[in-house]
């Protein structure tokens, strides 16, 4: 069983930064390869990047690649997203997600971002 909590949302103009945290407890974190996912207002859930378990590979969405940046710290049970060039179609709620495989298991409840134009 893992935990996650995510944090570092808020209220940002277009073209800001932010970043986001993955805090996990529980099992061993390292085994976990982590994804991201957000959901607008009236949208359906989205992927948005993805890291391994050990960090050496990561798949990004096209609608962030460039922008967007994720990293892990396994010491720490944690993970980062790092989103630069904010747009405000990239409000949304984001959850960070994470499973031994492709199939992510364990989910966080998400924490929002709001970018103003």
């Known amino acids: 069983q893992v935990q996650l909590v995510e944090s570092g949302g808020g209220l940002v103009q277009a073209g800001g930064s932010l970043r986001l945290s993955c805090a996990a407890s529980g099992d061993t974190f390292s085994k976990y390869a982590v994804e991201w996912f957000r959901q607008a207002p009236g949208k359906e859930r989205e992927f948005v990047v993805r890291i391994s378990a050990s960090g050496g590979s990561t798949l990004y969405a096209d609608s962030v690649k460039g922008r967007f940046t994720i990293s892990r710290d396994n010491a720490k049970s944690t993970v980062y997203l790092q989103m630069n060039s904010l747009k405000p179609e990239d409000t949304a709620v984001y959850y960070c997600?994470?499973?031994?495989?492709?199939?992510?298991?364990?989910w966080g409840k998400g924490t929002l971002v709001t970018v103003s134009s």
């Open positions: 997600a994470a499973g031994p495989s492709y199939s992510m298991d364990y």
